[in-house]
């Protein structure tokens, strides 16, 4: 074994102890390729450039799914969106889109709304809370598209209040702005809201979901919407360069997971309920939002980098568990933060075990 | 057996009629999805958002063939060119790109490089043969960029001489302007010019090439060239919602094909010369181009669309020999065009058999 202050050394040495563990904390787990392509059918019937097959079978379970009269299988969000987006601003000869400062299409996509399709990004309201009322108050201009997501997952996946998410949507449609779902983990929110995913994505013009993520797909998303719209959003998809001459296998992936992994909401909700239970007095721990309101919980831990990320692989050395390499950091050195999402691999921990692991990691 | 006259109904129909075939003419012949995903290796090594795994190997072994300083794996040539093109357009201050009429990027992509990224195509020569030194010496405005495709699919895999294209290359580079090869059938280009491929790149600035095309690959593509160029294309694959979560499935389908199928481009292009040897003299038959310059040929039959499905699905029924479900039309009411790619599944065909098919075809 090595010395824990070798801190795991490069990436070579830290796929080594991780693929020496057994466990995993976080998310569906370790799954391997082969794994993954396992989940795809053997008779799937293959898209050709996006038509037909396994590709039509999932724009219709997830129409059906959200109440959409249509919707149309993209290989991304980052394509998804400025795509929606886009149309919406068009048909009303406006450019401006507002959305929370820690939007994906203001963090993650190179602004891309702007260079891409000229669009002005208004980010709007604090980093640190979500979205209010108030905060769309303040914005003068008139707006192309509102965009919420659902949950926040910079904030460890809040959720507005219904009665405030009926407000904000409320206040798109004062403005005569198009509400947009960036519903990239919408699939996670009906526990808090005790309402069906039709019920929800019905109060948007568009909504955005992804497989990829608690689904553990391959990759990809669906736009949802009217019909006129989302054949516009078709149109872009060939513009971006998305309308693949083979989408089945990301389209079959996506399909299996929405079928397996849907239906376990509930249990993954209710098990990060639990865990935060069984965490939240530790010492040097906060869990962020307390009560977690869908299966993911983001960690506050009193630690350092380096010291978490020793802790982290001196774990997963001993116990053959996996948690995570690496913290992100906060606003304070002395803070770091961790994102759990409570899959199929966390479901294998007892809430009591993972406050065994949460008590050594904060530590350091 | 149907009678000739149904001419295939509707598409359940002829999927039912292709389902019974046992033999298929054009290119690899039918792959199924289990075939497809069985080129995947077990061991294969996944990427994360591009990086790392398959992706990188095959980055790097495309680099090497074509003499690039770097590549970047794209999911589709759509956006492999419109980034590269928008990245020369950027550095030159200028707009402009010129391209034969039938370029992709006029012809397929819904004008994205104007509604994108605000660039102007200007097509140029005539949809009828190959650009010439002559139509590109008619181009009085500042140029951002040249497209060049080799061979020209819609001009059933025209090339032309090495001096013309070192001309046109020359054309650009006194422009100012940079040389980009739509090169999504670079690979079977090599024995006509009795040139490796990275000579034939190597005149480019910036080179995309396809996987799923002759090389029977899933979907995606690689952009190749310059470090600096190369890395900027891949800050607008981000933009354009291409860095997908995985893009090992089809980065893994890719390098088999490459590795496969590479090697059989002359056997391929000399089964071509053959077919087209044997099929001239028949009457309402004309091949084009004539020799075949790739392994790619067009066909010109002297019969009429309905005709020619008709015969087809006889064809299909009666001897479990798939061709092509439909053909293309031409200027004529009278003339019908198909599309010949020499293929694995072509190989098992010998000219002689070929002759009849196509003797048939043409017959109605």
Redesign the interface.
Known sequence: MQPSDDAGGGPDAQAAIEGACTRFLHWHGRRR??D??AD?P?????DRYGDGGVVVELEGEVAELLGADATVF???????Q?AALRVHADRRGRRTVVFHPACHLEAN????YE???GLVGRPTGSPERLLTLDDLDGVAEPVAALVLELPQRDLGGQLPDWDDLLAQVEWARRSGAAAHLDGARLWECTPFYGRGLAEIAGLFDTVYVSF?KLLGG???CCLAGPRDIVAEVR?WR?????????????A?SALAGLRLRLPRVPVYAAHAKAIADAVRDLPGVAVVPDPPQTPMLHLLLDTGAEQFRAAALDLAREQGVWTWPRSQPTGSPHVQRVELTVGDATLGFEPGEVRDILRRLAAG
Chains 1, 2 share one sequence.
């Open positions: 390729p082969a993954l392509l795809i053997a008779d799937v019937v293959p993209l290989p991304s969000g980052t394509m998804a400025q996509e190179g602004r891309a260079r891409l399709h990829y391959l990759a990809g149109e060939t513009r971006h360069g998305g309308t693949l001459f083979a989408l089945w296998p990301y079959a």
